[in-house]
């Protein structure tokens, strides 16, 4: 198996990857010899997209029903939304989240948590990098055909709509809070299980356990998020 079977959806990397400008973009390097995977040149087609590219990329996660989401990244998954995505989510879930607290205290003294920094980095960060892990390796293992950028393209970008849900849940009522998550975790969660149930349906007779495995999942880190910072 290959570098490029494990790692993306271009299949074998034989002295040339694509970048994200298209698939009949490659970008070249000095000999036959492709770069390492452990070097910044390996992942580097991954980071090169536009800004219209991730903000079509973001839409789609607000329209979850399209299912098109794997159809039109397959040629160019890439790394760069994602990170960005999580990044933002760490930062407003530690900073929002203690602002939240804050206002739903009702102590006369309030202190800061700086302990949201390490828990919503472990939780988002651990959240898009394992899981999307696993869920290649089970994929494989049935012999499911799936890109592992592919899958971390698709879990970063879902989680796009707990931007705003962080905004919302700074509001000291708990009804509020409950809608906001509940709505977001139920188009993040969507926006997964359509794409992905387009993506091996046709591969396997157990997709719909694999499905259901990977919402449960995502409904799990709606709570979590809940649970750590707007109590």
């Not at 590219?53 to 996660?61: K, Q, S």
């Not at 494989?140 to 971390?152: A, T």
């Not at 591969?203 to 880190?221: D, G, N, P, Q, Y």
Request: include cysteine; charged fraction near 15%.
């Amino acid at each position: 198996m290959s570098l490029g079977d494990n790692l993306g959806p271009y299949g074998p990397v034989s002295g040339s990857v694509p970048v994200a400008a298209g698939p009949e973009v490659a970008l070249q390097f000095q000999g036959d010899k492709p770069p390492s995977i452990f070097s910044i040149a390996y992942y580097r087609p991954y980071f090169d997209v536009d800004t219209s590219d991730v903000l079509e990329r973001i839409l789609e996660t607000f329209i979850p029903f399209r299912s098109t989401f794997n159809e039109k990244t397959s040629a160019q998954p890439d790394m760069y939304g994602p990170f960005w995505i999580c990044t933002t989510l760490i930062f407003l879930s530690s900073a929002l989240g203690n602002i939240a607290n804050y206002l739903s205290s009702e102590e006369k003294t309030w202190h800061l948590d700086i302990s949201n920094v390490s828990r919503s980095t472990g939780i988002f960060y651990g959240y898009v990098g394992v899981v999307p892990l696993v869920l290649f390796a089970v994929l494989k293992y049935f012999g499911m055909s799936s890109g592992l950028v592919q899958l971390w393209c698709m879990y970063g970008y879902s989680l796009f709509i707990y931007i705003p849900c962080t905004f919302i849940s700074v509001v000291p009522k708990e009804l509020v809070r409950w809608i906001a998550l509940g709505t977001s975790a139920a188009f993040s969660t969507w926006f997964l299980a359509t794409n992905m149930r387009a993506h091996v349906k046709q591969t396997s007779e157990r997709w719909v356990l694999i499905v259901l495995a990977a919402m449960c999942l995502h409904t799990a880190l709606a709570f979590l998020l809940k649970l750590f910072f707007f109590v």
